[in-house]
C-alpha cells in the first residue's frame, strides 16, 4: 500500500490550496479514505472523510471551507482547501484507516 499526498505550500490567508492522494497497491474504489493534519502543539486530528460511495463529513473547524472528492478511476482522492486561515497551518496526511496506513505528509503554511 502506497499513500502520497502532494500540493501543499505557502499561501497567505483566505487563499486557496488542493491537495492531491495519489494511491496504490489496494482496491482504492473500495475503501474509505480520509484527511488529517497535524497542526503545531496540537495533536493529529481528521479533517475530512470521504466514503467509498462519496459520502463525505468534515471537521467543524474546516465545514463550509474544505471539501473532500475522489476519482476512482484515478485511485486518486483530493481535499480542495478555501478561505484558508493561519490556524489551518501543519502536515496535512492522507490515510487508509480500514488498513491503518498513512502517506508522507504534505506541509501547507498560510501566512496571516
Known amino acids: 500500500v502506497q499513500l502520497q499526498a502532494s500540493g501543499g505550500g505557502l499561501v497567505q490567508a483566505g487563499g486557496s490550496l488542493r491537495l492531491t492522494c495519489t494511491t496504490s497497491?489496494?482496491?482504492?474504489?473500495?475503501?474509505?479514505m480520509e484527511w488529517h493534519r497535524q497542526t503545531p502543539g496540537k495533536q493529529r486530528e481528521l479533517v475530512a472523510s470521504?466514503?467509498?460511495?462519496?459520502?463525505?463529513m468534515y471537521a467543524d473547524s474546516v465545514k463550509g471551507r474544505f471539501t473532500a472528492s475522489r476519482e476512482n478511476a484515478k485511485r486518486t482522492m483530493y481535499l480542495q482547501m478555501n478561505s484558508l486561515k493561519p490556524e489551518d497551518t501543519g502536515v496535512y496526511y492522507c490515510?487508509?484507516?480500514?488498513?491503518?496506513?498513512w502517506g508522507p505528509g504534505t506541509l501547507v503554511t498560510v501566512s496571516s
Open positions: 497497491g489496494f482496491n482504492f474504489r473500495y475503501n474509505d
Open positions: 470521504i466514503s467509498s460511495g462519496g459520502y463525505t
Open positions: 490515510a487508509l484507516p480500514q488498513r491503518g496506513y
